[in-house]
């Protein structure tokens, strides 16, 4: 039987510090699509923002096969493993259409601590949220089947991600049937057979252009499976 998964509603973005509005402008760096930002093994000394585009950061399983951590939209941070001062990176980073970041070392964070304690408040804060964010996922995985881990993911990525329309629906990008099984933790194969499913089902259309959801029918999906 399927476990019903509570997942609070965030915090007031009122009551959370903007990193941006303490940290100056740096260097910007152009990445075609699928070039990667940085690579595993890769010396980790650098914070990124996205500026323009997209980014998907994965991890290599054992097998070979790639992980997704997540999607990284303009106005949000990755690479914050480098404040670990680990030798090299454990992730890739790939862009996934073209994209503009900006980058800062972390001996440049460290200076801007020292002169803006606020930067420390905000980015403890961002933190702690994804932290959160990854504890819902991993509960999930603990508790639903993979049709209600894949709806999950689309409901994620469309509320960070889309773009409403007039009619309730979410538009987002074409997300491969390959990437989000690397996010849902499962074969190519099976998502496309899910993905037909709610297709059939009126829960979403998709096509090369994009996929198109019906996020609060998604919804009332998952309540009534529960």
């Known amino acids: 039987m399927a476990t019903t998964i509570a997942v609070p509603a965030p915090a007031p973005q009122r009551d959370l510090e903007d990193p ?5 402008c740096s260097t910007i760096l ?4 699928g070039q990667a930002v940085y690579n595993q093994d890769q010396p980790s000394n650098n914070l990124y923002l996205v500026i323009a585009g997209k980014v998907k950061v994965c991890r290599l399983a054992e097998d070979g096969r790639q992980v997704v951590v997540d999607i ?14 680990l030798s090299r990176r454990s992730e890739i980073a790939v862009a996934l259409e073209p994209t503009k970041v ?6 440049d964070i460290e200076d801007i601590l020292m002169r803006r304690p606020k930067l420390a408040i ?6 702690v949220q994804r932290s959160m964010d990854f504890g ?11 049709a209600r881990r894949l709806a ?17 629906s979410v538009q987002m990008i074409p997300f491969t049937h390959e990437l989000l099984s690397q996010y849902v933790g499962t074969s190519r194969e099976i998502v496309t057979h ?13 096509s090369r252009k994009g996929i198109m959801l019906y996020r609060d029918a998604m919804k009332d999906w998952l309540r009534q499976a529960a």
Do not use: C
């Open 20 to 24: 941006l509005a303490h940290l100056p």
């Open 30 to 33: 152009a990445y075609k699509k």
């Open 72 to 85: 990284y939209q303009p106005d949000e941070f990755f690479g914050e493993s480098a404040f670990l001062n």
């Open 102 to 107: 900006m980058t800062w070392s972390t001996n």
């Open 122 to 127: 905000a980015l403890m804060q961002l933190l």
């Open 136 to 146: 819902h996922r991993i509960e999930s995985f603990s508790v639903d089947n993979i």
């Open 152 to 168: 999950r993911t689309l409901i994620r990525f469309s509320e960070r991600l889309g773009t409403l329309s007039e009619d309730g």
């Open 194 to 206: 899910y993905m037909n499913q709610f297709r059939r089902q009126g829960y979403l259309r998709y």
